[in-house]
């Protein structure tokens, strides 16, 4: 293995995704890396052919992507930790795709994704998304339970 110099996060923004954030943030100190935190808003070509004869999916889907990027600010502000080199990214295409893809463009050492969710919390990032991006990225993934 390489050295980690930049890590990969995906968020959902929520409380699990923060906690997998701080593990990250621990070992970005350690390790003297920088992370990169990414949400992907799910494309929204796979609905095309729907009839919604009233909601234009393009502008549907620059809404979201924007409305992301307001809540990626925010997150990044109430959650990174600020001695730690950081950037950002709101995606749009398939999750996992677009979360391997990212990493491999960005030069990233590692993923570090969540695993399920908790007894009782709906599902979210985590999963299958998970599963998918462990079987398909470039370079190692940690996953944690943010649940323990």
Same mark, same amino acid.
């Given at each position: 293995?390489?050295d980690?110099?930049?890590?990969?996060?995906?968020?959902?923004?929520s409380?699990?995704?923060?906690?997998?954030?701080?593990?990250?943030?621990?070992?970005? !100190? &350690?390790?003297?890396?920088? $992370? @990169?935190?990414?949400?992907?808003?799910?494309?929204?070509? +796979?609905? *095309?052919?729907?009839?919604?004869?009233?909601?234009?999916?393009?502008?549907?889907?620059?809404?979201?992507?924007?409305?992301?990027? !307001? &809540?990626?600010?925010?997150? $990044? @502000?109430?959650?990174?930790?600020?001695?730690?080199?950081? +950037?950002? *990214?709101?995606?749009?295409?398939?999750?996992?795709?677009?979360?391997?893809?990212?990493?491999?463009?960005?030069?990233?050492?590692?993923?570090?994704i969540?695993?399920?969710?908790?007894?009782?919390?709906?599902?979210?990032?985590?999963?299958?998304?998970?599963?998918?991006?462990?079987?398909?990225?470039?370079?190692?993934?940690?996953?944690?339970?943010?649940?323990?």
């Open positions: 293995m390489t980690i110099k930049k890590i990969l996060v995906p968020t959902d923004f409380e699990h995704s923060n906690k997998v954030l701080q593990s990250a943030s621990m070992i970005a !100190r &350690k390790f003297g890396a920088s $992370i @990169e935190v990414v949400f992907v808003v799910e494309s929204l070509d +796979a609905y *095309a052919g729907f009839a919604v004869p009233h909601l234009p999916l393009e502008n549907l889907e620059k809404d979201l992507i924007e409305r992301a990027k !307001r &809540k990626m600010k925010d997150f $990044i @502000e109430a959650n990174m930790e600020k001695d730690i080199p950081h +950037a950002s *990214a709101v995606l749009n295409g398939n999750i996992p795709k677009e979360i391997v893809r990212h990493a491999k463009a960005e030069g990233c050492d590692l993923i570090m969540g695993t399920q969710t908790c007894k009782g919390v709906e599902k979210t990032l985590f999963g299958s998304v998970t599963e998918r991006v462990i079987k398909t990225a470039d370079c190692p993934v940690l996953s944690m339970n943010p649940c323990m």
